[in-house]
């Protein structure tokens, strides 16, 4: 632990010493000089002149709009672009500019959750380093030169024209696309996904004969295995994915889905699942094949397997998978992450004897999601290099960052005479592209979608575009010579649903829900199983293991990297090892220990994939439940074009290591580690690991709960308190950890909410993060006797953590200016302008979420302040601050109710957290409205407070966490 | 040496200063903004409009009983009038006619704002003017000023004593005295 006593509040000036908080030390200094400069005099002179304060002025807009009130948000219908799953979002935009974005609870398939990326979407709006105008050759210019420049070279070789974008599934973007390709005869379209999933398309293909991703349907299934598929945190539609998960846990009395994890790093759905089974990821498809070998012999046809080679799995683990998911046929989903066709061949063969197809995998609504073809990626790769690509438009990717092989696809964009990238800043790839045409950012922009074959979804502004901007519709339309050229999105937009999809029904209404659900359930096509019997043994084949396995993997909070300028998504730790602002080499503790190294430690990467070496160094972490001979890497990283956010604000200095590298063409990749003697300092927001046998993340077992038991309670009565009153409402909220997977959405939601600001590496590392909330994640031991020590596969425990808003509040007790005092309807109130920032408070606090503002967090660039929520009040240094339940959200509900002269319904008022969760695992309401759903969990028989035995009553308490397994744990 | 400054700064603090603050009409304390009067860019006259013409007040505040703001009109709301009074003196036709051209520019006005709360006061008009509370408890007799003034002091005991006034004397209105009511 650091003693936040050694931290000086005004660091000496060192070299090294990050330039936000050199330059704010000078400020501070300036300031304190200059206060005892002028202190005198300016008392004396504001008294004498009547304190008349800076005039300020007030502008109306010229012509009022009948349609905004100043000071009234309004929200609008859009999608989220923050990854390729495109979930319906809503957009709060309030006095011209969009504050916060939510899930839109009326798009089927997110329904109303946001995962952490998009949540943080919002700031990317104002970003900084935002392009802000086209450029051609590094030199601004107009929009028609730009034009002109593009038409010209398309014109001069539209065979040689090569359009390279990410998954494009809006059916606008397809018509435009197609136009393009007729306008340019002879010119191609290659679709490619930074992290790709091209494995499972091209297995269908060769299965079912139809080239798609299947829908996977977690709500229709009642055991679902996942063969390192990270469904629940990165994998092809987590927020849909995990509210159908949770929703098939929510009550235990009314089915249960089973989620059994096979995976070799700690991934958030292993983290979650009923069971996990830690697996090398070398022994994965030989699992697979012993798991379809186990299944046909219980469905009683012909096997085409051969035995798979033994090792590093207990096959008795197998066989019990393979008879529960036997029981569930019909109801039963496999799952598997890798993009390897062979493995992606042998889960097809599982599913078709499972009878998911059909069922629990389905082709009528088929995703969309990620449409990236390895094989086109490639071609396009050898035709540049081989000169037959003369005009290269890139539309929302960043290969030069992202492929495996970025050296070779750079050497072969040098052979292409004219290159573009419709990109929304200077990153790696449009760095080197002769012209750049800044495209809207999502919340600018006209767009379409079509994340599930039939769901189709709509994105429009919620502002004017910041910058000269345009959107990459209308460049493409701009850049073939069509007909639509010069309209707009919207309108060409318009035409094409008109014609496609609306069907009679209005445009605006449509455009108001956002989304449009025209999808079918498909009639499962027939299985071939030639080929299954070769990808069986290619898949189980383990070539001889030397060094450790690499696996990388998105993380929660990155993904694949687009997001590296946006602060938030830097500062929120990583679900699982509470690491902020880097990436790191996961290694099992034992590995770890074996290296000799601890947590911190840099080591040397070296391995060889597909014919290139790769050398990285990076630091080493001990991450419980990571094979042992396993190392995972975050992508998403390591972005050196990206802004000065993913420079840590420093130039040249660059956010993590890129591991994009380390991607292998199906097969394993494995490598060499070596300390460097080297250490880097990790930022880390949770250092103690284990819950020391207390009761805090609970858990009980669906047999227990089945037998009445929910764990044990232990009741805490007496109190020398007097108690409170509270005649009208009392407020309260009920967090289930059965639902919580621990996806810090609810963070970063709260984060745009409530305008916390964001410290930056070094002050996380000083313990000095401002998130009113935070997720605490608990490793249990699978051996009691060995408290104290991480299990090799432990039990993980989230536990969502943020001002209890006690009722016997120790916080109250001890301000001596009374700037924390409890509300008449329960909460526990801070008063920023009451606040002298003694810190009593936070010192007396048992739960530790109260935050100190020990600078004033003042963003480096203005446009960022349009960020901020007009209804929360901005904090200053030396203040305390802490969760209000959103008591604005609070008060706004209130007002509403009464402005309208009804009654408050339950529900009605959700604050930040509630609202951004994708599982709703969090619930608010009025505690004295026995009614309401928050006092009908709170009288859960799984419900508990934290630290009950300190009576200080809280008002927020949990539902303990329910697994589908033998004997409790932790 | 020292006891001399010392009775030279009492002279001045209690001899001087404060007889000085108590007799002058228009001193305060810190942060109270009573009387605030500024010279605002147009003679926009609230007497005029909202006294003789008694046009009611959200003619123009349009806002109020939906928003935290009031809201200053926009220059279309003042030409809804001035479209066809374009004024009966001269210095009314002068000003009126700034305004049309104005409008025509698309320019807006840039007032001086009379009121202004703290940043970390969350005052809301609707909720007061939802539930009956007449502008002119808060801002004076508007129809009596010409250049528009700061009536109330608008400090957190006024407030609250209006606040406590409704629970206490039987007003019927619940109003909260709670910190977090403005304070978020």
Known sequence: MNNADNIPVQPEP??????????????????????????????LTAVAAGCTGKPMAVAPAVARSPETTPGVAYWYASTCQACSAACGMLMKVRDGRPIKVEGNPQHPMSRGGLCVKGQASVLGLYDPDRLKAPQLNGAPLTWADLDKAVAKAVRAAPDKVRILSCTQNGITARNIVNEFLQLAPGARHVSYDAVS????????????????????????????????????????????????????????????????????????????????????????????????????ARAGINDPFAEPPAGGFDPADIAKLADELWAARG??????????LNRQLVTNFINHVLGGYGATLDF??????????????????????????????????????DMPDAARFVAGLKKVAFSVAISDRLDETASLCSAVAPDHQALESWADFQPQLGLHSLSQPGIRPLYRTRGALESLLAWCGSPRAGKHARDVIREVWEKQVLN??????????????????????????AGVRDAGAKAAARAEATGFEVITCESVQQGDGRHANNAWLQEVPDPLSKISWDNYAALSPAALAKLGAKNGDLIALQAEVAGRKVALELAAVGQPGMADNAVAIALGYG??????????????????????????????????LKLTGGKTPLAQTQTHDSQEGRPHAMETTLAALHHGGHGEHAAHEGSLWPGQKYNGRRWGMVIDLNACIGCAGCVVGCQAENNIPVVGKQEVGARREMHWMRIDRYYSDDKPADQGAVADNPTVNFQPMMCQHCENAPCETVCPVLATTHSSEGLNQQTYNRCVGTRYCANNCPYKVRRFNWFDYKHDDPTLNLVLNPDVTIRSRGIMEKCSMCVQRIQEGKLAAAREGRKLSDREIRPACEQSCPTQAIVFGDLNDKGSEVSKLAASGRNYVVLGELQVKPVVSYLSKVRDRHEVQG | MNWRIFIIVFILTFGISLPAMMTLGDVHLIGNHQGYQPEQPL???????????????????????????????????????????????????????KIAAAYEKGEPVRWQRVHNLPDFVHFNHSA???????????????????????????????????????NTLGKGLAAPTDCDTCHH
């Open chain 2, 43 to 97: 003679p926009f006259s609230h007497s005029l409009h909202a006294g003789q013409l008694a046009l009611n007040c959200q003619y123009c505040h349009s806002a109020a009983d939906e928003s935290r703001h009031a809201s200053v009109p926009s220059l279309s709301t003042c030409m809804n009038c001035h479209n066809l009074a374009k004024g009966n003196t001269e210095f009314a036709k002068a000003n009126i006619a």
């Open chain 1, 197 to 296: 999933q091209s494995a499972i398309a091209q297995a269908h293909r060769l299965s079912h004969g139809n080239a798609a991703v299947p829908r996977y349907r977690l709500d229709k299934a009642a055991v679902v295995a996942s063969f390192g598929a990270d469904f629940l945190g990165t994998w092809i539609s987590p927020v849909e994915f995990a509210r159908q998960w949770a929703d098939a846990r929510r009550d235990p009395a009314h089915g249960f889905l089973k989620h059994v994890q096979i995976e070799a790093a700690m991934s958030l759905s292993g983290a979650n699942a009923d069971q996990r089974i830690r697996l090398p990821e070398s022994a994965q498809g030989a699992a697979l094949v012993l798991l379809a070998k186990n299944l046909a």
């Open chain 2, 128 to 166: 007061h003017v939802t539930k009956g509370v007449d502008c002119q408890t808060c801002h004076g007799n508007v129809p009596e000023m010409g250049v528009m003034r700061q009536n109330a002091d608008l400090t957190m005991g006024w407030c609250v004593n209006c606040h406590r006034d409704q």
């Open chain 1, 331 to 340: 109801k039963a989903l496999v799952l598997c992450g890798a993009n390897d």
């Open chain 1, 364 to 401: 009528g609504a088929a995703s969309q999601q990620k449409l990236g073809d390895d094989r086109e990626l490639a071609t396009l790769v050898d035709d540049m290099e081989a000169g037959k690509v003369s005009t290269l438009i890139l539309w929302g990717v960043n290969p030069a960052y």
């Open chain 1, 14 to 43: 060192t070299d090294d010493m990050p330039p936000e908080v050199a330059a704010e030390r000078e400020r501070a200094l300036i300031n304190r000089r200059r206060f005892l400069q002028i202190s005198g005099l300016a008392a």
């Open chain 1, 639 to 672: 972005r050196t074009h990206a802004g000065r956010m993913a420079a840590a604000n420093s130039p040249g200095a660059v956010i993590g290591v890129n591991a994009f590298a380390l991607i292998g063409a199906g097969g394993v990749v494995t490598a060499t």
């Open chain 1, 504 to 529: 009679g029904r209005k445009w605006n209404d449509v455009l108001e829900q956002g989304v449009l659900d025209l999808r079918a359930e498909g009639v499962p096509s027939k299985f071939d199983a």
